[in-house]
């Protein structure tokens, strides 16, 4: 049995995520907290196995119990937030600060809110639920920061010797900020990365990853250059494909596995034209996003990374590449950077 802690100031809100948990027999509601003051006691007192969590709530906000949830008593947190670019950011503060999972509250005049996602959300927690609590932590503190006035590589007019396809999910904006921060300047590469995440989610992500990092990262626009010391961020409801000319493109072609961005089509077209100078990167994550297109990319000749198991939030799409035999190498997260970097000059 899944113990589920929720925490709203909504009464609305409560209501709607304990009516929708109830239909599940796994998962069992222990407590609903109305802030953050409360919800700290609850999970001192509960021991919950999962939380849903508001942000914003009076007397104590839901960053502020976040942080101290995961220092104190880390447990998995499913943060609760909006589309809203405002949403986005706070959002992308809390998967920094240890949240292992987000849902988005897209129609609060539904019966639950949710818009007809009701069974993500149930699907989540049970994700959430399996999740070590040993890995729960906050961003790293010893991360490669821009200095101010720091001379940062810009886009080069000079095509790409090698480009790194990265693909992550659950787990992978903590897996990202660990990774591309600690990729040299001079990285002999192109970087482009899907993250599965929804439209504005993933332009917070992009400029935050620049903010700390030494190369340049950006979220994609369609027709972007794939330029050497340049990470591109697919956007959130966009397919990304590298294509002739080291250009990207964007489209809205239907999902695949219920994802858009997808990895498999970002691998895919890399594999079609630049197969044997690629280097891809499978990351922490739910499902087997990524196997395809990362065999497509072995054919061609390409080094297949996989992250290794006790690193992962969720170990999912990296062992589908590793269980298909896809993996070249199967590394710790603090070692990706490292080895890509070695691989890139080679």
């Known amino acids: ?17 304990s ?8 998962i069992e509601i222990v407590g609903l907290a109305k802030d ?15 939380i849903t ?18 220092a104190e008593n ?32 897209t129609n609060p005049s539904c019966p639950t809110g949710y818009h007809g996602a009701e069974n993500r959300l149930l699907d989540k ?16 503190r010893n991360l490669v920061v821009k200095s101010p006035g720091k001379i940062v590589k810009g886009p080069q007019d000079a095509s790409p010797r090698k480009i790194v396809a990265i693909a992550s999910s659950t787990g992978g904006p903590g897996a990202l900020y660990e990774l591309i921060p600690h990729l040299p300047q001079d990285l002999q590469a192109a970087v482009l990365i899907v993250q599965h ?7 917070s992500l992009a400029e935050r990853l620049n903010d700390l990092s030494a190369v340049s990262v950006k979220e994609a626009q369609d027709g972007d250059q794939i330029v050497e010391g340049r990470v591109l961020v697919a956007p959130g409801g966009f397919h990304m494909t590298a294509e002739k000319e080291f250009r990207v493109k964007l489209n809205k072609d239907p999902p695949i ?51 290794d198991e006790a690193s992962c939030v969720v170990y999912g799409m990296p062992r589908s590449v590793v269980d298909a035999g896809l993996a070249n190498e199967v590394l710790p997260l603090t070692d990706i950077a490292g080895q890509l970097g070695k691989l890139c000059s080679r």
Not at 19 to 26: F, I, Y
Not at 36 to 50: F, K, N, S, Y
Not at 88 to 104: P, R, W
Not at 125 to 137: L, Q, Y
């Open 1 to 17: 049995m899944i113990r589920l802690l929720i925490v709203d100031d909504s009464a609305f809100a409560r209501f709607s995520i």
């Open 19 to 26: 009516r929708l948990v109830a239909s599940d027999p796994e």
């Open 36 to 50: 953050g003051i409360q919800a700290l006691e609850m999970v001192r007192d509960l021991h919950p196995d999962v």
């Open 53 to 70: 969590l508001d942000i914003e709530m009076p007397r104590m906000n839901g960053l502020d119990a976040l942080a101290k949830i995961t």
């Open 74 to 105: 880390p447990t998995p947190v499913i943060v609760v937030s909006s589309l809203a670019s405002e949403g986005s950011e706070t959002t992308i503060k809390a998967l920094e600060l240890g949240a292992v999972d987000f849902f988005l509250k």
């Open 125 to 140: 927690i049970r994700m959430a639920a399996g999740i070590e609590k040993g890995k729960i932590r906050p961003l790293p």
């Open 197 to 203: 995440m929804p439209p504005a989610f993933t332009r």
């Open 257 to 307: 596995l219920g994802l858009r961005p997808a990895a498999d089509i970002m691998f895919s077209s890399v594999a079609r034209f630049y197969g044997k100078n690629t280097i891809c990167v499978v990351l922490t994550g739910m499902g087997s996003d990524g196997t395809i297109g990362a065999g497509k990319l072995k054919e061609g000749g390409a080094y297949v990374v996989a992250q």
